[in-house]
Each structure stands twice: as structure tokens, then as C-alpha cells.
């Protein structure tokens, strides 16, 4: 019997990698977010917060990350994703606690492995999402 299994984590250096390149593109779509990076077990590894960003914001920047890291794939394609389960399936998830099922939630993986998520808050879906994704874009290139 194995007592523990080995995990990967996001390192702090690509988290603030991560973190730095969504708050750029946040800056060059000319909106203020709450940016969050968690890893494998959801727990935050790094956040960021631009100035005049919605502080309720906060919170759901970290439960994207946190919904996206558990899931595995990105929060706004959680329609399509859950669309063939059962409806009492849907609103039980979409009902529990930190599970947040709009856009801008992003899995964080390395070389095929999870490692974590990247979550952001304070523009439109499609906005956060885009700049997510620019965080993803940032770890990929490095």
C-alpha cells in the first residue's frame, strides 16, 4: 500500500509569469481584474489585483481558478461540457460552493499534467477569458 503518491504544483515563478501576462492583456483590453493563480490542490499560489478593481471580483477570480484546476477544462466551456448531464446533475454543481461555471477559469498543465489554475475577474466572459488565457500563452512560451 502506497502512503502517498507524488503531485506537481505550479512553481511560484511561473505563477507570477502567469499572473503578470493576464494583468498585461487585462491592461491592453482597458479593463481593471482580479487575477488568481491556484495549484493542483486548489490552493492559491499567487494573486493579483489591479487597482480599481471590483473587490467582489476578489473571490471569484480564486474560485475560477479553483473550479477550472478541479474540472480540467476551461469555466466558459462549462455549458457545453455539462450540457449532457442530467438537469438535477447541473444545478447540483452549479450549486455547490467556489464552483464557478462562467468564463475565465483556466486549467494550468505541463506537459500534459495538471498543475494547477488560472482564474480572473472584473471584465466580460469573453475578457477574463482572453486574459486567462494570456497567462496559459506566458507559461507556454517559457
Known sequence: MDKSVPARHIGWRAA???LAAAVARAETLG???N???VDSGGNLAGFLRMPGAFLPSIDIAIDKAWTAAGFGFPTIEAPAVLAG???NVRAGLAGRPRVTFFGGGVPLF???VPIGGIGVSGGSDEQDHDC???GVAALDAA
Do not use: Y
Open 16 to 18: 507570477a509569469t502567469a
Open 31 to 33: 479593463v481593471k481584474v
Open 35 to 37: 487575477v488568481a493563480v
Open 85 to 87: 448531464l442530467p438537469e
Open 110 to 112: 505541463d506537459q500534459g
Open 132 to 134: 486567462a488565457l494570456a
